[in-house]
């Protein structure tokens, strides 16, 4: 033992006797004790040392007992005791794999054991009782602080102390006889503690104490079962006599059949006299028959698997084991728990579930308390249930919130028991646990339904309405059957989860039974499907049958006088206020709902929509203007009905398809609900699944541990599947037959005359089909679903007979023709050309295109993937832009300006390159003037006129650089696949990180050319403001070379980029470009996230590729450009030609975009700019979707703290200031710098242009 603790321990007093004499120093001493106890490490050595010397038992325990008025050495031995005795597992963290720490973990847990058998005192919780009810007895005004966490520590103090885990191998205690555990509740009880607990659960003033008194009253029944509590005392049931007289008979068969076998094992001689006999028949290894060694008498027994080496089940695999068994404790503990649970339900049980769910929900409690929460429903309703039911004692928990409080919680066990496979033990429990609470709900509202009460009976009912209706309560037991892992989820788990399915179907039948009709909900998954060759139903019919449905609309109409009821007009709503759907959509919906109306025939529905739509949108008299005469308005109702109006595609409902070509036609769209009508059998149907069959049948195998209730549950689903919904095939598996066999040779099958029955029944079913399949014995290997049984039953099916639709000849060759002859055109979708012109017009584009790869015309079905518009349109040509501008000044003074322009334009592009084009223009100088009005205004008037403010220099590069287009797709081809740029293009805001390239020797020694390739990508890198990137790119080259020496072997250095820049830059293309003409090798596979320096390249090398990034080394043009503005005019004059500063480029950057909005292009001004132009052609095509990138990537830190964005800012602003130490505040680092930054600030305000 450490001395110093030693001292500490020695001065806190002796024990002499039954008395305690302390020192002068004992209260100092405990204070030391706890400070010791806060720096102890990993091993919890101070906590052994303190455990070894028995301190709790030989001082402290004393101490509070003799000297519980010195209230201050009182309050520091309770908060010492506190720490002491705090569970083992909150120590370690968890249960420890190191065997060292393991045995560390032991060794706390047996010093708790002792701890807890010091604690079996009267005198030390009577101390506490008297304690505990002092302080209670103060009201709230006069209680301070200090009594509070007394009261507190006192209530820890007897958790923790509940909580110490029985010793199996101290503790060989039997059935009725008193463990420590019940000799600390007899203490408990003698004290008076359980009635202060009482106390506590039922005052008002004391609820803040609700959840420690909860833990305390589980740890109290731990080893309890309810069933036990309500028995004792009592006399044994007639039932109870019974079923003990079915085991002892089942385990006196089982005893004879023993004797019996071993009996007729005995041989006539002795074993002396053994022999060797061979098997007819049976064949050893090789063709030759088996010889067997043995006694005949043991030949029954033989196998093959005789002698062979039992194989090792891996342990991942292994079933979850049952945790332990519960004790019945000695008779006068289970009593005075029997009385505490009466007067608990009574007075306390509804309060305090009540304010333990209020807390839980409002998440005041800790991590995983809500298991308190679930064993106490179930243990408490259980017992009063078993106790003279009565409802009004368990009103709190039987409520439609409860049920869903306790689905959720059995989900999130789940998903938590998916994704962390380390803790899916105690996910498991947990699960198991919300499991029972759920039964016992179910078990209440049975016995609730069989209550002579009729209130009682009426509110059963109306639970059961809902957890009927609802899907989630309706089908949570097919879902965790079917989920269920023998691996993680034990079998006593299974038995709960079969009784409880058992027992909601049961109440499920009975209460359909006395309806005729019961509608319940469910989901239906809406899907989108592609267009096809769906016709508008406006176009279906005939101009004949058009004709007279107008005459008969207008008939109807003359003959009403065009007047309209109040009540029609009033019901009329031409839009919906509260739909996501804009004003200007909505307008057009209106008038194609008038067309169908007048297509319905209903002709003064049509009127009065039109009237309530001209209300609703009066400008453009797009629905007649206001003072319109009665005849104007038919002549306005025969335009709409004869108009071809665009109509959305329809929504249906799409089926499951089991074709195999896989064409991504249909996408999710939404959830909705509907009701039907319920049949009981279709949904029993659903139980005829393999895996839920494998889950009861393993319920099964343990058929002799089974209680007989277990196994009735079990027989009654699979009668229900195999005798009612006449699917016994489903059971024809040669593990099953196993079992059978097992059972009938049972000594004690008469115990189990259902199953036997059964397994006849099976039997017998099976040999009837076998005589007619002769496959029968070949499908016993395999687990059959629905389809398989069938076809087992019924008869197989050929190939391909009743799945696609057969392709004739004569269609495989019209198809052929069609495909060739359209093959070299230029069409947008040639399957879509195909459909239309082949002579069956039923086939669809799935069908299509799935022939056209089964005849080996393509290659694969994603060959003739549906392109979506606008997806390979990159470039803007002249015409284009003309175009834009027309219809921007068409419509700059709509509601919908963006949306008005899309719609018009003859080349499709997506919302978001139409936004970037009007801003590079100059046509607008802010997204937010292109936002939807809902009313009109005049805002938009002067946007055509703004020159650009607002503009970042980017836009302007990736403006002018359009022109070179051409030269810079053939650049970006060598890096992407075209395939890789169109879905950029077409997701818009989304960029994928370069596929890795393959190894390959690299050349690191930096020629002339490869030097000038680097400056040209240095100098465009500075443009776009990344300056600070690549000085942290410096400095980790630099680093890397000082680091790697020629003696020791070198390993790959990652790229980790440290600020938000940086990673900004690391998707920058032409950044990335950089890295590989330095050597910088990419991620080779999805284990790695960063670009790598090669472990091949020298120290001298790296140092060369580090000063190639230094512009004042290898650019002294570029020196002299960047440092121009500072000299004379005379030098600024001999280098006007060739290079123009920073400022001078951004005017005539400016000034050409002026040009070009007015259609008057001079070649001054694109002489003026070929130097930048040519700077930014490497990127034009990818600057705007870069800067997107980068601004989806920032925004959430963006929006989550805006002092680390200024931060940020300011340290990106810094690098960039720093690049060169010769340069000024004006130089062009921070000119580059800027733009970025005002990027980010708009990425808030833009949220939605970049959304879409």
Known sequence: MNCELLATCSALGYLEGDSYHKEPDCLESVKDLIRYLRHEDDTRDVRQQLGDSQIVQNDLLPIIVQYRQDKTLFDACIRLMVNLTQPAMLCFGKIPDDPVFRQHFMQVTSHLQAYKEAFASEKVFGVLSETLYNLLQLDWEQRQDEDNLLIERILLLVRNVLHVPADPCEEKKVDDDASVHDRVLWAVHMSGFDDLVKFLASAQSEQQWSMHVLEIISLMFRDQTPEALVSAGHARSAEEKQRDARELEALRQKEQAEKRSRTLQRGSRHSRFGGSFVVQGLKAIGEKDVIYHRNLNNFKYYTHDLGKAVRRVPKRNRQAQDCRDKRRSALNVRLFLREFCVDFLENCYNRLMYLVKESLIREQTQQHDETYYLWALSFFMAFNRGNAFRADLVSETMSIRTFHFIERNITN????????????????????????????????????????????????????SNIFYLMEYREIFLTLLRKYDETSQPLSYLKDLVESTHL??????????????????????????????????????SPEVLEETWKIVEEELRATEFQLSASLT?????????????????????????????????GPEALALLRAAREVWPEGDVFGSSDVEPEEELDLL????????????????????????????????????????????????????????????????????????????????LHRLAVDLKMDALLFQLSVFHLFNKILNDPAADAYKELVTFAKFVLKRFFAVAAQNNKAYVELLFWKNVGAVREMTEGYTKDGEGTKPSWTEEEEEELRRLYMEHLDSEVPDIVETVIQLLSNSNRTRRQVVTQLVHMGLVDSAKDLKKQKKGTQIVLWTEEQEVELEMLFEEYKDSDDVLGDIMKKLTAKRCRARVVDKLLSMGLVSERRQLHKKRSRSAHGKSSGKSSGKGMTEEDFLAELTQGLADEAADEDDEEETDDESADSEEDGNEREMPQPVRKRRQDFNLTAERRADIRSLVNALQQEGLSGSLLWLQNSLNKTAIDRTDDCPSQPVPLVPFSEADEDAMENRNFLKLLSKLGIRPPENEQETFWRIPENISESQLLSVAAALTPGEDEPEHSEEQQGPREGPQEEEEEDDEEVSSEQRIQALRALLLARSRKSHSAEDAGLVSDSAAAGEANGLTERSQEKTSTKRSRNRILDDDDDDEEEKENYSSKAVDVDTNKDADSDTEDFSAPVKRRRKMAVINDEEDED
């Open 413 to 464: 066990y789940y998903e938590m028991l998916l994704t962390d496979r380390k803790e899916a033990t105690s996910w498991s429990r947990r699960m198991h646990l919300a499991l029972k609470a759920y039964q016992e709900l179910l078990q209440t509202v049975n016995e609730m339904d069989r209550s002579a009460d009729e209130g009682i009976r009426q509110s059963a009912n109306v639970i059961k």
């Open 504 to 541: 909601f179907l049961r109440m499920l039948e009975r209460f359909c039974k006395g309806r005729k009709n019961l509608i319940v909900q469910r989901k239906k998954v809406r899907r989108k499907k592609s267009q096809g060759k769906k016709k508008q139903p406006a176009q279906e019919s």
């Open 570 to 602: 009033e019901s009329i709503v031409p839009f919906d206020a509260a739909s996501e759907t804009p004003l200007e959509e909505q307008r057009t919906e209106a008038m194609i709902r008038v067309q169908d109306a007048l297509l319905a025939r209903m």
């Open 638 to 717: 025969k335009q709409i009905f004869q108009a071809n109006l665009p109509r959305p595609p329809p929504e249906t409902i799409a089926e499951d398809d089991d074709e195999g070509a896989e064409l991504e036609e249909e996408e999710l769209e939404s959830v909705q609900l509907s009701e039907k009508e319920f049949n009981i059998l279709d949904f029993i149907k659903r139980f005829a699944n393999p895996s839920i069959v494998r889950s009861y049948l393993l319920l099964l195998k343990s058929y002799s541990r089974n209680t007989p209730h277990t196994n009735h549950c079990v027989a009654r689903m």
